[in-house]
């Protein structure tokens, strides 16, 4: 039994989701303790618990604990089970961050999947599903996973009612992958989505991003929803290189000014542009993992997070590898290494 401690590093729901993945597909039983101490709502939430709940189903694990605001979890796994899984997390909570436990597990099931999650899909402090879609999915297939995800609907915070639905192939061993360089940007915009609010709210955003970034016509793109997926807004700028595309994302909010927004996500997209790093600070928290399990690889980035040492700590405590993080002052390097 493997055990972890919820307060960890920066204490957040991350401990408990990558535990999962690994537990899965390791075949080790785990338990954590203080699950989410650093939060200010400790324990699991609804997310948290349907992530929780999605993995002992498809692993057919062993659970103590899996309820609303428990600070400990017991989970023991058996084999992993291919199949169709429908899960709701009832709330806004995120959607891909359930999607992000069980995704990796399933690439080692006994045949494919098709996973359902509803809940949110643009919310605060997670990635939106088009993060999974430009940026983190297509660096798995080059890795030699087979995996789709499609937003079915949008949802967003404090609503939810999103859905996204993703097909898994299995794939007996992810081959590495070396990312240290990005390449020639080959493409780049800039989207204002409202949902059930004025278009008005976006096309600010979009104003101030073409000031900011030189972008005019076709890299400046309103996206209205039917007003049913609502309300909601988010500003997405997607940058498109050889070897990588990046997606920063911002959320409109009650007393915040479109101007407000459109910065947020300029300040981490005009960092990234600076630090000539091939992946910015949350692709790089999300390649740790699968790297861990291709036994080696590695990758630039512009912001080597406590998130991420955190999650290296984790996966230190179930794989036999050697994470380095070697921090520079305009971009880091993560190393992978087995270690056995």
């Not at 400790?42 to 103590?64: F, M």
């Not at 990796?104 to 919310?123: E, K, M, Q, Y």
Request: glycine share 12%.
């Amino acid at each position: 039994m493997i055990e972890l401690d919820g307060a960890l590093g920066e204490g957040g729901g991350q401990i408990l989701r990558s535990a999962l993945t690994l537990s899965m597909i390791t075949g080790k039983a785990f338990c954590i303790n203080n699950i989410r101490a650093g939060r200010k709502k400790p324990g699991l939430l609804r997310q948290h618990l349907v992530a929780v709940q999605a993995a002992a189903k498809i692993s057919d694990a062993a659970v103590s604990g899996a309820e609303l605001g428990s600070l400990k979890l017991v989970f023991a796994p058996k084999a992993i089970k291919g199949g169709d899984y429908q899960f709701a997390i009832g709330s806004a909570g995120s959607c891909t961050l359930v999607l992000q436990t069980v995704m990796l597990a399933l690439l080692h099931a006994d045949g494919p999947s098709t996973v359902r999650i509803s809940g949110g899909t643009h919310n605060p402090m997670a990635p939106p599903a088009q993060f999974l879609q430009r940026a983190y999915i297509p660096l798995l297939r080059k890795m030699g996973a087979d995996i789709d995800v499609e937003l079915v609907r949008s949802g967003f915070y404090p609503a939810g009612g999103g859905c996204v639905v993703a097909t898994i192939a299995p794939c007996a061993q992810l081959k590495q992958l070396t990312l240290t360089e990005r390449g020639e940007r080959t493409g780049g915009y800039a989207e204002g989505i409202v949902a059930g609010l004025p278009a008005p709210i976006a096309l600010r955003e979009l104003e101030c991003v073409g000031l900011g970034m030189g972008w005019s016509g076709d890299k400046l793109r309103m996206r209205g929803l039917p007003a049913d997926q609502g309300p909601g807004n988010a500003l997405l700028i997607t940058l498109e290189y050889e070897h990588a595309t990046e997606v920063f994302c911002a959320f409109g909010e009650k007393m915040v000014r479109a101007e407000t927004v459109a910065k947020d996500a300029m300040h981490e997209a005009r960092r990234y542009i600076a630090s000539q790093a091939a992946v910015g600070e949350h692709l790089a928290d999300q390649l740790m993992l699968p790297m861990a399990l291709a036994g080696g690889g590695s990758f630039t980035a512009d912001v080597i997070s406590q998130h991420a040492t955190t999650n290296a700590e984790v996966i230190g405590r179930f794989l036999p590898v050697a994470i380095t993080l070697d921090e520079g002052e305009l971009r880091s390097t993560c190393t992978v290494r087995a270690t056995a």
